[in-house]
């Protein structure tokens, strides 16, 4: 599986080029999006989960056209915004019950192994009575990935989930993150250097909605 990416241009309104013919290939396993604050890499990602429209270009998923497939690109899509809101009044386990609902499965008894092993998988399973609003910031994105992987996507989008996590919850989010697997495309950004050196397989440097180097992290140090 591999997902294309071709002359991909975003203007916002106002004038600022977000994405500035972008063209990248992304094959299976963690992919790093470097680059800092501006960069322009929310903008790709939100493209690339169907969230935003494109001023041109295309995205292919294998044979599928991604921005006129919506529908089928979010059945086999997982996306982990950089911000997102939990709902106040329920724990962890009712959430991803409803996650789990949403995507389609109905057996109650399906659901619930789903979540069981989910909440274990990342490291929830004792805090699966707590409201989410109590969780700490690594507890809340290890929940966000929970949520992102319920229904097996094989494309999984990360945006900066390490933002203002400490070294100690950043390292338990990336053993996550690294065990995930191979056979899906996870596309992580960040504008941390090292943690894309250390995690991913393959990156690409954007800055100004331009793409700088495309390429594995070893050549992305000799190209420096
Ligand atoms: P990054 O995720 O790398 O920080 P973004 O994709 O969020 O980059 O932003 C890229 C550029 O586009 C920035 O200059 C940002 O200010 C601008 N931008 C992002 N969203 C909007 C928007 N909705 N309207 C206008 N400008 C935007
Ligand atoms: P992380 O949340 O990534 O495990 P923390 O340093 O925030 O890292 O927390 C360490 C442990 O302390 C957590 O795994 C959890 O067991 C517990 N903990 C932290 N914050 C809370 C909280 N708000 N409610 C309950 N338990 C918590």
């Known amino acids: 599986m591999e997902l294309r990416i071709a002359d991909l241009n975003k203007v916002y309104k106002g004038g600022v080029r977000a994405l500035d013919n972008v063209n990248l290939t992304i094959p299976q396993g963690l992919y790093g999006l470097l680059g800092p604050n501006g960069a322009g890499k929310s903008t790709l990602m939100r493209t690339i989960a169907t969230l935003q429209e494109p001023d041109s270009g295309s995205i292919q998923l294998d044979g ?19 911000d997102f809101g939990v709902y106040p009044r329920v724990n962890a386990e009712e959430m991803l019950d409803q996650i789990a609902l949403l995507k389609g499965i109905t057996s109650h008894r399906e659901r619930r192994e789903v979540v069981h092993e989910m909440l ?54 990336y053993n996550l993150l690294a065990e995930i697997g191979d056979n899906v495309i996870v596309i992580l950004s960040t504008h941390i250097v090292e943690d894309v050196m250390e995690l991913c ?24």
Not at 64 to 82: F, H, I
């Open 201 to 224: 397989s393959n990156m690409a440097i954007i800055h100004l909605g331009k793409v700088l180097f495309a390429g594995s992290p070893d050549r992305a140090v000799h190209s420096l």
């Open 64 to 82: 599928l056209d991604v921005l006129r497939s919506k529908d089928e690109v979010r059945k086999v899509l997982g996306y982990l915004p950089q």
């Open 120 to 173: 274990r998988r990342v490291n929830l399973w004792e805090h699966r009575r707590k409201r989410l609003t109590g969780f700490s910031g690594g507890m809340r994105q290890r929940f966000g990935i929970a949520q992102a992987l319920i229904g097996n996507p094989r494309l999984l989008i990360v945006d900066e989930p390490t933002a203002g996590l400490d070294p100690g919850e950043r390292n338990r989010f």
